[in-house]
């Protein structure tokens, strides 16, 4: 190749390398040298934190000036730069170099046909290795019958998010309590870093060994070095650096509290949580006027559920949360559809607490999320 030719391949190998970064996103690169009518194929991959080359049947650790030191030897190159959502591709012989980018989704049937006309944000074919690997799609590249409620559940608790996300700057450190098989975890890391390129840690944690287990492998199948796994109690779990956002996701009865304590404990900018079963106030409290009407054990208990979450908004608030209650997905799906979120701006402090402690002597109720958090 001649020397004009790789003084601009050079230029394009320059621009790959920048945007390799700390290789994050790198999936490999495949290149095919040739020469009259034969190919050289080689091959560059990631081995923990070192590329290697393979070319000519032996492999060596890669430098970005090889490409262009075996390209003079040939008539032509072309070479594949594959990273998550994107391939860059480099066309170059003595007539011409270029650089082009397209979407590296695979050429399989859109899930979304399946699943409904809704646009999702955690889409196929872009997030198929991610919804393989969490076990939301099959290896046909079709969402699974039995996952598609689970698959709306945590498109859009993303969707959600979403707005808030976008505006967030500098490293964003999430922290997924009570994370079980961690699919929100995954969910959340895919769009913050494949599609808004953000940088971010997300930390998972829960009781259960062999869901960390699970998430651990899946977290390293997918190449996402920037998340972190803990089997640990939430009643003595403290998290190294603070996070930006806590979210929690169907986190059982007074579970919730403790992630929304997290959240307030360490000042957190943003809190989202979708509550599951409700148990503790529904043998506390009591009001006599409504006595006639909560006689059903069916009734009490719906009111207890409201009471719990109407409760645990009004507790945010009281520790400088603005909040929004709000149903985030059809009860079709799940009953379990209240999502909470809140935002830390410092109002509504003091007539929070006030109203709060009025409604505590009024009902008879010791809420748990009160003792995990200072209301002084």
């Known amino acids: 190749m001649n020397s004009s030719s790789l003084n601009k391949l050079n230029f394009y190998i320059e621009m790959l390398k920048s945007r390799y970064g700390n290789g994050e996103y790198f999936k490999e690169i495949e290149i095919t040298f040739k020469s009259g009518t034969k190919d050289f194929p080689a091959k560059v991959k990631k081995e923990e934190e070192t590329l290697y080359i393979t070319y000519g049947g032996a492999k060596n650790i890669f430098n970005w000036k090889d490409i262009s030191s075996l390209a003079q030897e040939y008539d032509s190159m072309r070479m594949i730069y594959r990273e998550r959502g994107t391939n860059a591709i480099i066309l170059a012989d003595n007539k011409n170099v270029t650089l082009k980018y397209e979407d590296s989704a695979v050429s399989t049937e859109s899930a979304t046909a ?178 006639p009407l909560l006689k059903h054990g069916i009734f009490k208990a719906r009111q207890a559920d409201l009471l719990t979450d109407s409760i645990r908004c009004l507790l945010l608030e009281a520790k400088g949360y603005s909040v929004v209650a709000q149903e985030y997905i059809s009860p079709v799906e799940t009953p379990k559809n209240l999502l909470i979120r809140a935002f830390k701006d410092g109002k509504n402090q003091e007539t929070a607490k006030k109203d709060y402690f009025k409604l505590k002597e009024m009902l008879g109720i010791n809420p748990k999320l009160e003792t995990l958090i200072d209301l002084e």
């Open 114 to 291: 399946t699943v409904g006309t809704r646009e999702y944000l955690i889409a196929p074919p872009k997030a198929n290795d991610l919804l393989k690997e969490i076990g939301i799609m099959g290896q046909n590249g079709k969402i699974k019958n039995d996952m598609i409620r689970k698959y709306n559940q945590i498109d859009h608790f993303v969707e959600l998010c979403a707005d808030y996300l976008s505006r967030l700057n500098g490293k964003i450190e999430v922290l997924d309590c009570a994370c079980g098989k961690s699919y929100l975890s995954f969910a959340l890391n895919y769009y913050l870093r494949d599609v808004l390129k953000k940088d971010c840690h997300v930390t998972g944690v829960d009781y259960a060994q062999t869901v960390i287990d699970a998430s651990k492998r899946s977290a390293q199948n997918l190449g996402y070095s920037n998340m972190t796994f803990i089997r640990a109690d939430l009643n003595d779990f403290v998290l190294e650096k603070n996070p930006d956002i806590v979210i929690s996701l169907h986190a059982c009865d007074t579970a919730t509290d403790l992630a929304i304590a997290a959240g307030i404990n360490s000042g957190a900018k943003a809190i989202f949580a979708v509550p599951c079963c409700h148990k503790e106030l529904l043998s506390q409290y009591s009001y006599e006027p409504f006595s």
